[in-house]
Structure formats: C-alpha cells, structure tokens
C-alpha cells in the first residue's frame, strides 16, 4: 500500500484546511419555487408518495489501489478475482458521492453536504449541482448528517468560515457527536486506518472545527421518535459510532438511506466480512453491514447510498452466502 496515495484519496480525505471559529447566522425566508424538469446535468429527481426527492452529486473519488482501501480484511488475489469477474479495472475504483433531498409542502433538507472546503480535484460539486436542481442555499431548513467524516460535513462551511446553509438545523445522533468531541488517536485502534496517524489525528481536528462552527444549529437525534412526521432513524454503529440509516416514508412507500454502509457496487455486498478501510471499529462495521444487508433483502425496501454508482438508487437481494446490488435504471441521468 502506498502510504502516501490512500491518505489522499481516502474516504475522509481532502485539503486539510484549518478553519477559523468564527459564523454567521440568518433568518428562515420562505422556501423558493422550485424548477420542475428533470436535467441530464447533475439531478436526478422522483416522487416518494406526497413528497420529492432529488439525487445530486457531489463527485467522486478514485481509490488505487484497491486493495485494502475496499476489502482489508481479503487477500489481494481474491480482491483481483472479484474485480476481474465483474468486469471492473483492478487498479483502482472510482467511488461516488451522492446527496439525497428531500421536499415536503415546507421544508427542504439535506442529506449529508459533502466534501466542501476539504473537496480534492474531483469533489465538491453540490452547489452547482443544486444550483442546476433549482434549489437555493438559503432554501435548506435542514440537515440530517448520517455521520461525521470529513467527506459529510465538509460541505456545510465555506473557505471565509460562514455557514452555507444559514437557515438549516443540523441534525446529528449524540453518540457520534460525543465520540468525535472527545476522539484521540486510540478510539482508532479497531480500525485499518490506525497505521496512518497523522491522517486520523488531522481528520479529528477537521471534524472538531466543523462542529465548533455548528454549534448553535446542531440538535441530537432521538431515535425513537419520527422528524418532521417524514425520517426515522437507527443505528448502524462501526464505520463510526454512531452512523445512522434514515428511512424517509410517505404514505404507503419508503426509502432507506444506508450512507456509508457499502462503498462501491463490488466486493462488499458479495463479502460484506472483507471490511472498509475507514471503519472505525472494523469488526462492529462487518456486523452492521451483515445486518442491514439482510434486513434490506427480506424487506425489499429501496435504498439509496452516499458512495453507490449514480443514482445509487436500487435493492439488494441474497446471492448464495452474500448480497448483490441491483440498481434501478432510468432511461435519463
């Protein structure tokens, strides 16, 4: 493994940018007409039953090598031969980033704003692609952050250290909050990424300034109860924890956004045991991602995924001892 690369392409990767603590605040305008066509440019939009949600892309990452970044816990010959047999390059993997949104009769929120100020070269494209969907920043009533690495939060300030989404509440579970105020470099011990020190020691410190700057928008999840009569939440702790699944319900029909449960179409779901570099807890991470797996295959429920191919909307049915992704197709991007 070269050291030096998987630090710049890993999952919570990006321009470490030390930001000032300093924020500014808004008002709560009404939300704005939204544009109501469909564009082969960056949005993918759909109805829920009475609510619509939006698929945008915040860009991608490519990983090389692949092996261990996708699958530490595989020998390098059983990655290959995964790889090969779907047909996929060896060398390296490209790994989306998606963003869900989601429309009600008065309210906007987002799912996740990734990488922003700590955007690579290939990151960082949600403005435009909200811009390109219709929407204003400004329109955003709420944020819910399935987890706290860099390439989820990052988008939330700018480089002049103010709020993108100055009206926003920002909705974050209390136990991933705690661990990140509180992380040191031995809460990474479980974890593949523990032998890059000075990657996880930055990250954490990236992390604490989002948080300082947030402060006053920030509220704790309850996960026994529903948010805004639309999500509801549960645990999925190990690639931090406390990641959570959202489940968005209207009506009759329901989406899950499994976020970081599953990084690219390959490996993981045929072997969900094979692990992610960036677990923080690799063995819990084995654990949640067999579950949900499952749970996601007997129920059929629809999922959409922060790293899945474009529009990372699909199912995951069994395939002998393992799981496999079978992704909704759209005659238009």
Do not use: C
């Not at 990151?123 to 435009?128: D, F, I, K, P, V």
């Not at 706290?148 to 939060?153: E, F, Y």
């Not at 661990?179 to 990424?193: E, I, N």
């Not at 970081?260 to 960036?278: K, S, Y």
């Amino acid at each position: 493994m070269n050291r030096r690369t998987l630090l710049k392409t890993s999952l919570a990767a990006g321009t470490f940018t030390q930001l000032p603590t300093r924020s500014a605040w808004a008002g709560n305008p009404a939300i704005s007409p939204l544009v109501n066509s469909d564009s082969p440019n960056g949005f993918k939009r759909f109805s829920l039953g009475d609510l619509e949600l939006t698929i945008l892309s915040d860009g991608y990452m490519r990983q090389s090598p692949v092996h261990p970044f996708l699958a530490p816990l595989a020998q390098p010959n059983e990655v290959k031969a995964s790889l090969e047999a779907a047909f996929r390059s060896t060398d390296s993997i490209d790994i989306a980033m998606n963003i869900g949104v989601v429309r009600s009769k008065d309210r906007l929120i987002l799912l996740d704003t990734g990488m922003g100020v700590f955007a690579g070269p290939t990151q960082g494209n949600l403005a435009r692609s909200l811009a390109k969907a219709g929407f204003k920043t400004t329109d955003v009533t709420d944020v819910i952050l399935s987890h706290a690495h860099t390439d989820h939060i990052g988008g939330l300030i700018d480089k002049q250290n103010k709020l993108v989404y100055p009206n926003a509440a920002v909705h974050i579970t209390k136990v991933e909050y705690e661990f990140w105020q509180q992380a040191t470099l031995a809460d990474f011990k479980k974890s593949p990424a523990y032998q890059m020190q000075d990657f996880v020691t930055q990250t954490i410190a990236n992390t604490q300034t989002v948080f300082k700057l947030l402060a006053p928008r920030l509220n704790f999840i309850d996960l026994s109860k529903e948010l805004h009569g639309i999500f509801t939440f549960e645990l999925a702790p190990g690639h931090t924890p406390g990641m959570i699944l959202t489940t968005i319900r209207s009506g009759s029909e329901e989406l899950m956004y499994i976020a970081d449960l599953i990084h690219a179409d390959v490996l993981l779901f045929d072997h969900p045991e094979w692990g992610f570099f960036g677990d923080t807890d690799l063995q819990q991470a084995v654990a949640s991602r067999k579950r949900v797996l499952q749970q996601l295959s007997e129920s059929k429920t629809k999922a959409f995924a922060f790293h899945l191919p474009w529009p990372a909307l699909g199912h995951v049915r069994q395939k002998g001892t393992g799981f496999e992704w079978v992704p909704e197709v759209y005659a238009t991007p």
